[in-house]
T-cell receptor, first 115, second 116 residues
Framework: EAGVTQFPSHSVIEKGQTVTLRCDPI?????LYWYRRVMGKEIKFLLH????????ESGMPNNRFLAERTGGTYSTLKVQPAELEDSGVYFC?????????????FGQGTRLTVV | AQSVTQLGSHVSVSEGALVLLRCNYS??????LFWYVQYPNQGLQLLLK??????LVKGINGFEAEFKKSETSFHLTKPSAHMSDAAEYFC??????????????FGSGTRLSIRP
């Protein structure tokens, strides 16, 4: 069974450019989460989808970040325009029923560097 | 609100020695607790989880953790460290328990180094 996959694994972009990160959750997992770890700091929650609906987007830092999950399958996270402070590792995770009570499966992460 | 606190951002032990990584939690609902590990250049991997069954939880790679309600702790241990255990370890809690709206809240992480 395939795990959570994220694309790309690394991305280096210039300040002001746009980047789109993609996450493919484990098949059948309705819950999809985005997290971010800025260098040396904590892993912070960004948002939570249940199927195609945003359950909780309280962690999104500002309106330069846009997440979508059309059709309730894969999800994209777009940063437009990117700023230097957006650099970090973006993790995606998915889980089955009952939210994260039984844990969540994480992808390898996308390392974003904004220069 | 639920939270976890990891004591020690960096722990160094000798190969073969006991590994002890400390985690304390705060939760207003019965907690669901986890330890995740991130090996160099890899993603987050679930090491073990406590979901209100046995208080001593065994995980992968010889790790285990004990849930102690009286101490609000969920420390991670391994009797004998191996060089391959060098990684960053995260204690975490499911913030709304078994609610479908729950999300995982992470501690700040502990980097484990193993001395030859």
């Amino acid at each position: 069974e395939a795990g959570v996959t994220q694309f790309p694994s690394h991305s280096v972009i210039e300040k002001g450019q746009t980047v789109t990160l993609r996450c493919d959750p484990i098949s059948g997992h309705d819950n999809l989460y985005w997290y971010r770890r800025v260098m040396g700091k904590e892993i912070k929650f960004l948002l939570h989808f249940v199927k195609e609906s945003k359950q909780d987007e309280s962690g999104m830092p500002n309106n330069r970040f846009l997440a979508e999950r059309t059709g309730g399958t894969y999800s994209t996270l777009k940063v437009q325009p990117a700023e230097l402070e957006d650099s970090g590792v973006y993790f995606c995770a998915s889980s089955q029923d009952r939210g994260t009570a039984w844990g969540a499966f994480f992808g390898q992460g996308t390392r974003l560097t904004v220069v | 609100a639920q939270s976890v606190t990891q004591l020690g951002s960096h722990v160094s032990v000798s190969e073969g020695a006991l590994v002890l990584l400390r985690c304390n939690y705060s939760s207003s609902v019965p907690p669901y607790l986890f330890w995740y590990v991130q090996y160099p250049n890899q993603g987050l991997q679930l090491l073990l989880k406590y979901t209100s069954a046995a208080t001593l939880v065994k995980g992968i790679n010889g790790f285990e953790a004990e849930f102690k309600k009286s101490e609000t702790s969920f420390h991670l241990t391994k009797p004998s460290a191996h060089m391959s255990d060098a990684a960053e370890y995260f204690c975490a809690v499911s913030d709304l328990g078994d609610s479908s709206a729950s999300k995982i809240i992470f501690g700040s992480g502990t980097r484990l180094s193993i001395r030859p």
